[in-house]
């Protein structure tokens, strides 16, 4: 992914992609999750990418890029989502994760369904948690709760995953 940005006064162009560049796979991979087209998410991203540019001499002295930028892609994941075009051109099957193997078979597939499935809210915390491996304090900084929220979250979105996996795969 490339990112273009015109220098402002705020922040020059090189530091502000040299603090982004470590976040942007992470960004992408938060974004894919949410959104389940390999190009819904890039577009995302750089959209993501141009705000938090913009945004930049808001982030606290001291913060960290990562959960702050990861609030920004989850925002414009939402928006997307929120679109009344998204309900209309996404009606067929949702793609596979990109460079995912197929070998996890029937399964595998079983599994994305019931992801699918879950409100959007109980999917991005388990994205956050299980899929980039986020702390939960860090998942309290994109969710903007406490650490204990996210938790409690995490563990109301694994009951209801629990609930929509079908029974052999339980077993």
Known sequence: MTITLVATESVDRPTFIDRLLPVLPVA????????QNSHDAEDAVQDAALKAWKAMARLREGSELRPWFLTIVANECRQRRRNRWWSVSKVSDLPNQPGSRPDGGEVA???RA?????PMEMRLVLVLRYYLDLRFEEM????????KAAKSRTFRAL???RVEVPEELKE
């Open 140 to 147: 309290g900084r994109v969710l903007r709760c406490s650490a």
């Open 114 to 118: 019931a992801l699918r499935r879950l």
């Open 28 to 35: 992408q991979r938060l974004a894919f999750a949410m959104l």
């Open 159 to 161: 009951q209801r995953l």
């Open 109 to 111: 597939e079983d599994l």
